[in-house]
């Protein structure tokens, strides 16, 4: 019966099996295998090199790189202090008020990205509703805070905290409310409770969560594009220009591999640290 | 000794809203005691134990250990511990961490941690190679003595036990009950169970306190509990018995309407006249070859027979309600359901229940 019944799994893996192989593998070997070409081609029947790559560190590239993965970084480690407790008090203290909060937070998702950054911006922006309202009232102006650094973290966090509160309420609804007390019982204080108790227990969805946001915040353009007015430029910026204007496939295939190597590596750590069963909701 | 209480609770009230879970709760426990709180659920023993604990605030009333009042101290300040229903252990720490975890808090040296968490593994009768193994790769037995362990390694004045064996199958809590009991002995410390299990309370403890809807009915110990309870629902909580309505004249003698008495039975006088229950443990009732071999009797169709393993218990039907008597395997008799049988006992198995009080 076990057999069959294996037999029978892999066969109704199979539809699902194609449909990565040809969607989501072909594309990345063909990128792979572009990057690997003479500048500006757009075939792959020339003799490989490595140019792009070479381009990659000669031309500064790596900065918009070090860039996109530093924003990722800090926009990563604040979604996490900011989720907490919210995730905290959806798993553990609001009942119903969880719903509501989850589904007002899923129906920002209705709207495009794009169209919600520019809501910042008209938001934000000198005579915008902000700083327009208030030199109204007050007669005293004040800079606007877009085309900077710190507002492209901020639309990164805004943008993807969804993508760190789910995982993380998940993650900290498995944490045992006995095991919590019984910390707590044993002499711990609530700090102690917090990083030897909750924290290691919902250790799956603090990881989850955290690569999901860092993972797309490494690749997103339009929050540098749109509210930081690129004062700097991402490395996706980059890959997109690349693919566009400079007519230059291997370069922007180099640059992409670059970033799906840095971003793989360290998915593949990340979920090998964790029991994704676990916040699957499967049986261990 | 210290004459005062150990720990005392006095007038603790705790009430959710307008249900009262805890109303007035008076209770003194002496040092060193295995002190058993028994109810069904609902009556508020595990709402009276988080009190205990620090884990609830109570409404009014005041909690003093060792003269000291501990209400108002926050669980982690205070000098007790629980074994939790779920144990609670840490499933990310090992069997070792688990113990260590309370000396670890307190700072305690590595070596002096590992040694002590080496002699409570001894003392829990776990082997000291468990010390590195996970609590998934522990039995539901082993996970009850290493959260037992790190209870222990707490060090605290009072252990709590809220149902701890409630979830393990009859063989394994009846060997870890006699454990519990032996564990108390050697270390004599003070422990308060909570359970819904009389038979539990009655293996393990010294004193048993039995609540109802909120209330403590009785304080004593198990015999007394068992052979004097105070009210029916005592009497019937604990375990099978036979109760009659009766009236107790001022000189003791017995009148009822449904129970025949040999003349010149009496109780214990009681000084006045009293309407109430009269009590009996179905081990104590008799087959009546002849009618005056007992002092009371009465007699009425056999209902069933059922086997109890080391015991038969009879159910007969009588005028004064269902009879039911137990008698050892031994004593088993050839009857037939249906039979028209006589059965009896004496009034120093007796005891009356006041229900006026």
């Known amino acids: 019966m076990k057999s069959l019944d294996q037999k029978l799994g892999l066969f109704s893996a199979l539809p699902v099996v194609a449909l990565l192989g040809l969607a989501f593998l072909a594309p990345l070997v063909v990128v792979a295998l572009f990057s690997i070409m003479p500048a500006k081609v757009f075939s792959l029947a020339n003799t490989p090199d490595f140019s792009a790559y070479a381009v990659f560190v000669q031309q500064g590239y790596y900065k918009s790189l070090l860039w996109s993965l530093g924003m990722a970084l800090a926009s990563t480690a604040i979604l996490l202090v900011v989720c907490w407790p919210l995730a905290y008090a959806m798993a553990k203290v609001f009942k119903s008020f969880t719903l509501v909060l989850t589904i007002a937070i899923v129906m920002s998702l209705f709207v495009s990205e794009n169209i919600r950054l520019f809501g910042w911006v008209l938001t934000l922006m000198k005579g915008g509703l902000i700083e327009g309202h208030f030199r109204a009232l007050t007669g005293i102006g004040f800079d606007s805070p877009l085309y900077g650094v710190p507002i492209i973290v901020f639309g990164l966090v805004y943008v993807y905290l969804p993508f760190m509160l789910f995982p993380l309420a998940q993650g900290i609804a498995m944490v045992p409310d006995d095991t919590r007390q019984a910390a707590y019982d044993l002499g711990a204080s609530r700090w102690q409770v917090l990083w030897q108790i909750e924290i290691p227990l919902a250790a799956p969805g603090i990881v989850v969560g955290s690569l999901l946001s860092f993972v797309l915040a490494a690749g997103a353009l339009a929050e540098s594009k749109i509210l930081g007015g690129q004062a700097v430029i991402a490395i996706a910026d980059d890959i997109e220009t690349a693919f566009t204007f400079g007519q230059n496939w291997p370069l922007g295939s180099a640059l992409s591999m670059v970033l799906i190597v840095i971003i793989g590596t360290l998915a593949l750590f990340g979920i090998s640290k964790v029991d994704l069963d676990a916040i699957m909701g499967r049986k261990r | ?164 064996l409630s979830a393990l199958d009859y063989r394994l809590r009846k060997t870890l009950e006699k454990e519990l009991k032996d564990l108390h002995a050697r270390t004599g410390k003070t422990f308060v169970y909570i359970t819904h299990s009389l038979e539990e309370a009655m293996v393990m403890s010294d004193r048993i306190a039995i609540m109802k809807r909120g209330k403590i009915e009785q304080i004593s110990v198990a015999d007394e509990i068992y052979g004097a309870p105070v009210s029916r629902f005592v009497a019937e909580f604990m375990g099978e018995v036979n109760l009659f309505d009766v009236t107790v004249a001022a000189d003791g003698s017995v009148s009822s309407d449904v129970l025949s008495s040999r003349s010149g039975v009496k109780l214990v006088p009681a000084g006045e006249e009293a309407r109430g229950l009269l009590m009996v443990r179905p081990e104590y009732v008799g087959f009546a070859d002849t009618a005056d071999a007992f002092d009371f009797t009465m007699s009425g169709p056999l209902h069933g027979e059922y086997a109890l393993g080391s015991r038969i218990q009879y159910e007969i039907e009588t005028p004064a309600g269902m009879v039911t008597v137990e008698k050892l395997r031994e004593d088993r008799r050839t009857v037939s359901e249906g039979e028209t049988m006589t059965v009896g006992f004496n009034v120093e198995n007796t005891h009356f229940i006041d229900e006026a009080s």
């Open chain 2, 1 to 164: 000794m210290n004459s005062s209480p150990f720990l005392s609770l006095r007038g603790v009230v705790k009430s959710f809203g307008n249900f009262t879970a805890l109303d007035r709760i008076d209770l003194d426990i002496k040092e060193g005691e295995f002190f058993t709180i028994v109810g069904p659920s609902g009556s508020g023993k595990s709402t009276l134990i988080r009190l205990l604990v620090g884990m609830d605030d109570l409404t009014s009333g005041e909690i003093r250990l060792r003269d000291q009042r501990i209400d108002d101290t926050p669980a982690n300040k205070r000098p007790t511990c629980m074994v939790f229903q779920s144990l609670a252990l840490f499933p990310h720490m090992t069997v070792g961490q688990n113990i260590e975890f309370p000396l670890k808090l307190r700072k305690e040296v590595p070596d002096r941690r590992r040694a002590r968490a080496l002699e409570l593994l001894d003392l829990l009768r776990l082997p000291q190679s468990y010390y590195d193994k996970r609590i998934s790769q522990c039995s539901g037995g082993e996970r009850q003595r290493v959260a037992l362990a790190r209870a222990l390694a707490f060090d605290p004045e009072i252990l709590f036990f809220d149902e701890p």
